[in-house]
């Protein structure tokens, strides 16, 4: 155990594991998720969302078992290496709006931060206006930590309150596996498949079950031995050169661009090409309204540096018992739902509306959380 425990907090660990999870993330594209998709808690979130529900769009409903595998990945390794410590009441209500507003963000780019690098390894290079936008919200969010913004102290609980999440993802994960259809106007809502040669909606590409649920528990209990996360990696290079995590980030997209190149998955450019109508053909799940692609980055980028990690990472700690955490992930996936229900995703109608009004929001939480303000416990 006491080796395990050493593998796992070395550089040399954590690049295994990224290599690991870059590799199945780009294999589950090939076994059946959304191109340049093979894994993206962002994306995953939104379509639970709508698969419960909470929103309508009919491309995206699909109760993804990945989520909920994670998290009970996570909280298997937390309880055999004595890491299942249930602790809440660090500033839920806040922590609730930077989980909306980091997903609002990451969808109008349309990937999480793992999907970014997933993009990247694609070979859709708006990505890169995603990366560097979620660089600048980091170094936002740096410079806030840096002037002393805090959430405030978690605190010991009860036992209960630190299974809540663990339950609730048994419970989704369940419902994932036997999937009831309760009607044409209750959940559990489900993307329906196009007849070929029409392509399928995001909704309706997604790997075997089986595949994903052992994936996701696999990812789930080596991130969380590891604290592997993107916004971690980006957040201690830029506050104390310390480039332990973002080595496992590198390891990652670069195992993700080794099989997409083995699997004929790599597909440069900022569109494929123009169809016979001499219209562009779009990347998969992407845009190319630049700026946005930039600024929704910044807003996730910035929410996930003031609450603490990425949305994998939330998700991982949700299982190691960590409320405020499920409290984000809670908030997550409201803001999914709001995104598709007020036609903020991507570059729809209200999408630069919402990115503004979100930095506004979240800038405000970042001065008036700062603790010699006296406005933080």
Known sequence: MTRARDFFASTAGIVVVGLVLGGLAASLQKLGNPPNMGICVACFTRDIAGALGLHRAGAVQYLRPEIPAFCLGAFVAALIFGEFRPRTGSSPIVRFLLGMFAMIGALVFLGCP??????????????????????????????????????????????????????????????????????????????????????????????????????????????????????????????????????????????ALAVNLALKQFHPGFTLGVNPEGKPIMQPAAHTVYWLNLAGMVLAGLSFTLAGGCPGRQVFLAGEGDGDAAIFVLGMLTGAAASHNFLMVGNGPFAPHIVVIGLVIVLLIGILGREKLGLSR
């Open 114 to 255: 793992w999907r970014a690098m997933l993009r990247l390894a694609g070979g859709d290079w708006n990505a890169v206006l995603g990366i560097i936008g979620l660089v600048v919200g980091i170094g936002i969010g740096v410079a806030f930590l840096k002037k002393g913004f805090s959430l405030g102290r978690s605190y010991p609980t009860r036992t209960v309150a630190g299974l809540a999440m663990p339950f609730v993802m048994a419970a989704l994960l369940a419902l994932a596996v036997f999937y009831p259809r309760l009607g044409d106007n209750a959940a559990l809502f489900l993307t329906s498949k196009p007849a070929p040669p029409a392509p399928a909606p995001p909704g309706a590409a997604h790997a075997p079950l089986l595949a994903s649920i052992l994936i996701g528990l696999v990812v789930g209990f080596l991130a969380q031995r590891t604290r592997f996360c993107t916004v971690g990696g980006i957040r201690d290079l830029i506050l104390m050169r310390d480039a332990h995590l973002l080595s496992g980030v590198v390891a990652f997209a670069v195992a």
